[in-house]
């Protein structure tokens, strides 16, 4: 039969084209891989040694990311974010602008997840293809089954290796398979495959819906990238044309399966019309076709037509628009779609109109119907084999043929059953080298017993070691031992794949067989299964497959296996009449599966027993081995089936190990995980470094396997070893019928050689409930014995479930690793120093084959918090060993074993009561520590009450209290003692092994006591120096609260003095003023007698050593004594020919000149080094020796000098020893409260920053405080204050005043006035103005008043004190009225100004207190304070604006009464006038009817228009004796109310007044009023001035009105 090999890619590739596909391998900086692919080793240094998940910064980053995370099961492992694009949407402090440009640009660099994936999986290899497809299907991720090349016109490359590698497992709902767990291949078992296309544009999510057909609506996985997630949106380039696939798997619960069966959906990537290729092949191998169809033009109808010829069955989804599209019901020759092609009732669904959620529902009922029955099962490799006839490249190649050609020559037999294979093939691990394994035990025990070893066991060893010798290699060992030295290493790993492979799938199909050959087993579950539909009223939760009852030795794994167990929907009783019948089974002989693990084992032995020559060399094996073991191919260390250990096999293997490593010195750590066959202690070891262990997934086998590992540099100096060896047991606590020996003895002996090999430990803890005890006393046992033995490693416990069994278990194994954990004396300060050992809790599933389990969220950072402490551990361990070493500790740990030399023997089982007294020891320490604690509460309260602040009171009493600490501990410790005693001599068990636990107690105990003293001293010091830098840190802050409160009264009266806001800046340059003062001048607490100079010797030696001047450094010795002197240059420092040279020229004179002056100058930068060092606010420090050296060695390059060496050194330890001195005083100052000014500077800020605030506040309330009293409270003053003043001052005028008596007085007083000043202008305006003529001369009496008298300001200082005090009372009752703490000032301003109206009668406008200007909240008190201090301001700037020499009109025109107005009340008198005069009228009394004047005015000294009435004639004028005319006459008759002139002469000769004025100005009024001279008297002409006013004093005297 021939062979059809696959296309297959040659190694040699040719370089990328530059297309936009090659670009997304660019970006993600896999460019390199186009032609050198990335393998597994690469990736598990990526993956293996982070500690931490790292955020991307850039895309070069993603791949890593993504395998990282991926290698730790994380749900965001196919995240494209990157650190700058978070920083960038987060937009902080950016402008709107920017943050848009920034995304924009952000975008195109992004890169969709889908991208990613497909570089990740072009850039690797079929290896690594297979570990990552694997991972992803364990995380429910889609993996790719076709891959797009990145050259588009190449052909795509089909993935079938990579599914090789994934198991899944499954509870089908059908009656046959009803309660049995199923477990196959993803490429080798057949299954319904459905495929999902897309034809066109699509507006809903494809992916969207796809997640919901596989995982529900309700689920949050993402089983397909789509694009509502992170970077889902970007356009993919290099994605379009792949098919992912993704695997449903039902749990067997009817209540959360979406479907009944497993199935497998695959989803083509981009519009399928422009992969044509990949559509025909998923329409020939899918079970049934979902097309989303969202165009209906002719090419895509003519597709719909061939997918409708390819695909057996078919579902239509229309997602078309309805506008501007074709009718989507019209098909072929006016038939309709569905009718077209030929689709029955409910194919064609709908999607335009139905959401994702509800498309998704729809889809799922029509898959329901179709896969119980309608669905053809295929297989992916069939579906392989019809891509490669579709000219689809193909992953494997020739070289994987040839590999499974001859994994298939290894395996001929093994289809007649795995134990005729066995015995026929690899011989040697039958009944001859276990029965010589247990000879030699016997042997080793009566050796080691001194007693004479038996005659019959030694004749029984040599007949089988002669049997040996005639063994001759089988042909499978022979195939096997070929195909590993083949010189193409791809080859022997796709050879040792497949040989697992085909392993897994013969014994899996022979197990099938054996497991379908009882049909009444299933006969009676259908039975089970009908009456639990009955009765669900007592339903069982439903456990996992590692949990399950073993009905043959398959309880979980890899295998297509079908194993029974309940299911869900079965009753308690009836799952207890399964129990009894695999209880019934669990009796039947085990079936033997075989792995690869037993090839290598065959190996050992045949190089341990035999001496082969024949085919391979042999003696080359152990190269061979160690090189597989450097790559990933474990070695076993301990065949835990015949309990042998090959050590000259392994002792070969490690020595070819170290040349290969080449290194002759190689330390190793030892990691060892220990835990039952249901801990799953190879898949925990798989997740933390991603090695691959046998594992035992439903095989009998067991044994002790190591792993090594090559540290990277970073690690290896940090863990100071170069190689770590994973060491983990299988198979511990597993039952098996070929084990002589009882099988605890076999656990015991099995956990004790894993354990003596480790320097850190991992206690791994079964979630199989069950099991606990047996395993807990194997983990006690061994840990007894290691400790007895005198190497005991660093513990750690995993737990793996949070179940109480889970718990108390991990709490009893803490207990006795405390107990049993050596101290670690270099870390007695940390208090995890002696308890080492930590519990961690990771929920599964680990990194394994199997991808039914669902991960847990929180697996990822669980994992890396243990590898944390893992790594911790490691480098906490103090064994450095070399691998020699560990050979020699393989080799002492096994004789131990063999001889069962410990002090408590293997059969001996103390495990349980030795956990029980570390439990009980645990709580007495408990209590020790308590009462401890309590006592340290008691001292904490003597320290605090007797203030010790000085050294010497200090020192007292600690010593007094270190005294108390230790009588109290060491009375504690020996109550403690007492129990355990006490508890030694109850207990038998202990009893009888006390000689071996009592001395470990007691060594716990003196440590325990040991360390509790030195803790409660190191607290004790702690607590005295807090307490003393408590004290001083509240004396600083107190101080500096005292000097910033001087600072801020200066800088508000500052900023209030020039209304000026200071910025920040300058109020830090202020604090800085007042932080450095008061640092300068605290009183720091001195050192105890701290000496730097020893420091500063030493870095004065290395500054010596390093310019090569060793023949000074005995200069040193007297370095530190005192200098007396200054710095002298001599002859010694310059060569002998220097000094002839200068000799004869100035006896050597200049040049000592010339290098005093250098020194002189190099001296004077150097003090004022050391006093600006001095002077910062910081302890000494080494740098500023260093500093201070290259001070003098710059100066010295500026100037040549050609001096000797000396003169340097001399120069640098003058110096060094005067700044010595300097920073001394400088260290004194500052090194007993170092920590204290460490706590000053790094809260210095804190300290600015309050300062800064505590100003702001008050400059705050200054200014709202100054804006209230201005805007507010000051008009309301001054209006207050100006209200009566005009009334008082008329008052006062009218006192001192007699013309202001009355309106005669006034009268006359004016006319007096007029005829002094002999002013004609004044007289004109009297006469015809008279009304104006009098206010003005009122005006002007209170203008005169007021400027030549203080009275206005003693007027209103009274007033001003009055209302101020009035105010203050206000402020005052609001600050009562208010509760102390921050409080809005509007309603308290409202509340004054309320006081005021009521209290005191003040009106205040308060429309300015509206708005925000006067809302803040603020502290009351201080703000009270503030107005207080601007109420006062307001009081003195008034007072003395008062009593200033101001403009009294501009005083005036501010009283709301003018003086003028009461005082023209007073002199007002009657307003009317002769109407032919215009003289006013005397009459005083104010109830008079008629109006007399007496002093009428002549005709003269009025113009016409203004005294000759137009009815009046010249002829009815009167003229008097002197023969003037009279022109008031005959008065009555023009105005009744007026009374006549008298006719008197006596009478009329009183009018002397006006006739003189009429003499005086005549000719004046005559220019005046435009009218000719009055003709004048010549007797008037007479009349004096006198005259003039003794006729005033006649009139207004007697008050006669002529």
């Known amino acids: 039969m021939s062979v059809k090999f696959p296309k297959w890619q040659s190694s040699k590739r040719r370089p990328l084209k530059n297309n936009a596909q090659t670009e997304i391998l660019y970006k993600l900086g896999l460019e390199a891989y186009s032609t050198r692919k990335l393998d597994l080793a690469s990736v598990l240094n990526i993956s293996t040694w982070i500690l931490e998940n790292k955020q991307p910064q850039e895309l070069k980053d993603l791949p890593n990311a993504f395998l990282s995370r991926l290698w730790l099961l994380s749900e965001d492992a196919r995240s494209t974010c990157c650190q700058p694009q978070l920083d960038t949407l987060n937009g902080e402090g950016k402008p709107p602008e920017e943050i848009l440009s920034s995304s924009e640009d952000n975008t195109q660099n992004a890169i969709n997840p889908l991208d990613l994936v497909t570089s990740v999986f072009i850039s690797a290899d079929t290896f690594l293809q297979q570990e990552i497809t694997v991972r992803m299907m364990q995380s429910k991720f889609a993996v790719p089954l076709v891959l797009p090349n990145v050259d588009p016109d190449k052909p795509s490359q089909f993935l079938l290796w990579p599914s090789r590698g994934v198991v899944g497992q499954w509870r089908a709902h059908f009656l046959d398979t009803i309660g049995r767990v199923q477990d196959g291949n993803l490429a080798t078992t057949p299954m319904p495959i459905i495929s999902c296309i897309k034809l066109g544009h699509c507006s809903l999510s494809k992916s969207q819906v796809l997640n919901y057909v596989l995982n529900g609506p309700e689920s949050s996985n993402n089983t397909f990238i789509h694009k509502g997630m992170d970077g889902g949106q970007v356009p993919r380039r290099l994605s379009n044309g792949l098919v992912e696939i993704g695997w449903y798997l039902p749990t067997g619960d009817t209540d959360r399966d979406i479907f009944p069966t497993p199935f497998v959906i695959s989803n083509l990537r981009g519009d399928a019309s422009n992969h044509e290729r990949c559509l025909e092949l998923l329409c020939h191998v899918s079970s049934a076709v979902m097309i989303f169809c969202g165009d209906f033009k002719e090419k895509e109808k003519h597709l719909l037509l061939s997918c409708k010829d390819m695909a057996s069955k078919l579902i239509l989804i229309d997602v078309s628009g309805t506008e501007g599209e074709e009718n989507t019901n019209m098909g072929c020759d006016g038939q309709t779609l569905k009718d077209c092609l030929g689709l029955s009732e409910g194919s064609v669904l709908p999607g335009s109109t139905l959401s994702e959620q509800e498309l998704a529902k729809n889809l799922c009922e029509i898959l329901k119907s179709w896969l119980t029955d309608y669905l053809t099962p295929v297989t992916l490799e069939a579906a392989a084999k019809l891509a490669l006839d579709m000219s689809l490249n193909m992953d494997e190649g020739p070289v994987c043929q040839k590999a499974m050609a001859t994994a298939e020559e290894v395996l001929k037999g093994l289809d007649e059953g795995s134990v005729e294979f066995q015995q026929k093939q690899l011989p040697l691990q039958g009944h001859l080298c276990s029965k010589l394994a247990e000879l030699e035990k016997e042997e080793s025990k009566h050796r080691i017993s001194g007693k004479e070893i038996e005659p019959q066991l030694l004749k029984e060893k040599k007949d089988l070691l002669a049997e040996l010798t005639k063994y001759k290699m089988t042909p499978a060992m022979k195939s096997f031992t070929n195909a590993l030295f083949t010189k193409d290493k791809m080859e022997m790993t796709y050879f040792l794949a497949w040989l697992k492979l085909k392993l897994y799938l013969i014994q899996s199909e022979k197990l099938n067989i054996l497991q379908e050959s009882q049909p009444e087993k299933t006969e009676h579950l259908r039975t089970l299964k009908s009456e639990a539909d009955n009765n669900k009223q007592s339903a069982c939760t439903d456990s996992t497959p590692e949990e399950e009852t073993e009905v043959k030795p398959e309880t979980n794994g890899k295998n297509t296996t079908e194993c029974i167990e309940s299911t869900p929907d079965l009753s308690c009783s009836v799952k207890q009449q399964l129990h009894r019948k695999q209880s019934f089974e669990h009796f039947q002989p085990k079936t033997h599966t075989l792995g ?193 033995s005198g190497a005991f490693p660093i513990c750690q416990i995993l737990i793996q479930d949070e179940g109480m069994n889970s718990v108390l278990q991990a709490s009893q194994l803490r207990h006795v690793c405390k107990i049993l954990q050596t101290e670690d004396k270099g870390n007695t300060n940390n208090d995890h120093a002696l308890n080492t050992t930590s519990t961690i809790y990771v929920k599964g599933p680990w990194p394994n084959r199997c991808v039914s389990e669902s991960v847990d969220k929180q697996h990822s950072n669980d994992v890396l918090k243990l590898k944390e402490r893992l790594f911790g551990a490691l480098k906490r361990s103090t064994n450095k060993s070399e691998t020699s070493d560990f050979i020699g500790r393989l080799s002492d740990v096994w004789e131990a074993v063999k001889n069962d030399s410990f002090s408590i023997s293997l059969q001996n089982n103390v495990a349980l009561v030795f956990s029980l007294l570390c439990t009980e020891f645990s709580q007495w320490e408990e209590c020790l520590l308590e009462h401890m604690e309590i006592w340290l509460i008691e001292a904490t309260k003597k320290i605090i009450a007797a203030k010790a602040f000085d050294a010497a009171a200090q020192n007292v009493l600690l010593t007094d209290l270190k005294k108390e600490v230790l009588e109290e501990v060491k009375s504690e410790v020996n109550k403690l003692n007492s129990k355990t005693e006490s508890y030694l001599m109850t207990e038998e068990t202990l009893k009888s092994n006390s000689e071996t636990f009592w001395p470990i107690l007691r060594t716990y105990m003196d440590n325990l006591q040991e360390r509790v003293i030195e803790e409660i001293k190191i607290k004790l010091e702690t607590i005295i120096e807090s307490y003393c830098s408590f004290s001083q840190i509240n004396k600083f802050e107190a101080s500096l609260k005292e000097e910033q409160e001087f600072k801020l009264l200066a800088l508000v009266e500052t900023s209030k003095s020039t209304n000026m806001l200071l910025q920040d800046h300058e109020l830090e340059e202020e604090f800085e003023i007042v932080f450095t003062k008061l640092l300068s001048s605290f009183d720091f607490r001195p050192s105890e007698k701290d000496d730097i100079s020893s420091t500063v010797t030493s870095v004065l030696r290395q500054n010596l050593i390093s310019r090569g001047l060793l023949k000074h450094l005995e200069k040193l010795d007297a370095f530190g004594q005192n200098q007396t002197s200054s710095f002298q240059v001599d002859d010694e420092y310059f060569g002998y020919r220097s000094r002839l040279k200068h000799m004869f020229e100035d006896n050597n004179k200049q040049q000592r000149l010339d290098a005093q002056k250098v020194a002189n100058k190099i001296i004077e930068e150097c003090n004022q080094f050391s006093a600006n060092k001095c002077s910062l606010a910081a302890d000494f420090s080494e740098s500023y020796v260093i500093e201070l050296l290259e001070i003098v060695e710059r100066g010295l390059k500026e100037k040549s000098l050609n001096t000797r060496s000396a003169f340097e050194v001399d120069l640098k330890i003058y110096l060094c020893n005067a700044a010595c001195q300097d920073f001394q005083k400088l260290h004194d100052r500052f090194a007993k409260d170092r920590e204290l000014l460490t706590y000053i500077s790094e809260t210095k800020n804190k300290y600015a920053a309050d300062f800064i605030y505590q100003f702001r506040k008050r400059d705050q309330c200054q200014r709202m405080a100054q804006a209230f009293i201005s805007m507010v409270i000051k008009p309301a003053v001054l209006e207050h204050i100006n209200q009566p003043l005009g009334t008082q001052i008329a008052k006062e005028i009218q006192y001192k005043a007699q013309q202001y008596q009355s309106p005669h007085a006034f009268h006359q007083w004016i006319l007096e006035d007029l005829i002094k000043e002999d002013c004609f202008e004044s007289f004109v305006e009297y006469l015809l103005s008279y009304e104006d003529f009098r206010l003005k001369k009122i005006q002007e009496t209170v203008v005169a008043h007021l400027s030549d008298t203080t009275s206005l300001g003693k007027l209103k200082q009274p007033k001003l004190g009055e209302i101020i005090g009035k105010i203050a009372a206000a402020v005052s009752q609001t600050t009562a009225a208010t509760s102390e703490g921050l409080s809005d000032t509007k309603p308290l301003l409202d509340m004054i100004c309320l006081i005021l109206e009521r209290d005191a009668n003040i009106e205040v406008k308060k429309e300015s207190l509206n708005g925000p200007l006067f809302s803040i909240t603020t502290e009351w008190d201080l703000f009270a304070k503030c107005l207080m201090d601007s109420l006062a301001t307001l009081r003195l700037e008034l007072s003395q604006e008062f009593n200033q020499n101001v403009d009294v009109l501009e005083v005036l025109v501010d009283l709301p009464v003018q003086p003028k107005d009461p005082l023209l009340q007073v002199v007002r008198g009657c307003d009317k006038r002769c109407p032919l005069c215009k003289a006013p009228c005397e009459e005083e009394k104010l109830d008079h009817e008629v109006h007399r004047s007496l002093l009428h005015r002549p005709k003269g000294m009025l113009p016409y228009e203004f005294c000759s009435p137009s009815h009046l004639s010249c002829s009815e004028i009167k003229e008097d004796a002197y023969g003037e005319s009279m022109p008031c006459k005959n008065l009555h008759l023009e105005d009744p109310n007026w009374s006549n002139v008298s006719d008197d002469l006596n009478s009329q000769k009183a009018n002397n007044y006006w006739r003189y004025v009429l003499v005086r100005f005549n000719e004046k009024f005559a220019a005046a009023f435009k009218q000719e001279l009055a003709t004048i008297p010549e007797d008037w002409r007479k009349i004096t001035k006198e005259e003039a006013l003794d006729s005033l004093n006649k009139v207004f005297g007697g008050k006669e009105c002529n």
Not at 752 to 765: E, F, K, P, R
Not at 781 to 787: D, F, G, H, T, V
Request: aromatic share 4%; charged share 25%.
């Open 596 to 788: 690869t693990e037993h090839f290598f084992r065959e190996m050992g032995l045949i190089f341990e027993h035999t001496h082969m020559s024949e085919g391979k060399n042999v003696s080359l094996w152990p190269k061979l081995a160690a090189d597989l073991l450097l790559h990933g191919v474990p070695l076993e260390l301990m065949d835990g089936d015949a309990l042998n250990i090959p050590m000259s096999w392994l002792g070969g293997v490690f020595a070819e190990l170290k040349r290969c490593l080449r290194q002759e010195q190689l330390k190793t750590r030892v990691l060892t995980v220990l835990g039952s066959h249901h801990a799953r202690n190879a898949a925990v070891l798989a997740g933390l470094f991603g090695v691959k262990l046998p594992e035992r997934c439903k095989r009998g086998n067991r044994g002790v396997y190591v792993e090594v590992l090559r540290l990277p540099d970073c690690l290896r100096e940090e863990i100071e070893c170069d190689s770590l060896l994973l060491i983990h047991v299988e198979g511990l606590g597993l039952v098996s019928g070929e084990i002589k020996t009882d099988k605890l003895v076999h656990d015991n002996m099995v956990a004790t050689v894993a354990l003596g090999l480790s320097d850190v430990l991992l206690l791994n803890i079964s979630p199989h409930a069950g099991d606990e005890f047996e395993m807990s006393s194997v983990m006690v046992n061994a840990l007894i014995r290691s400790k007895v």
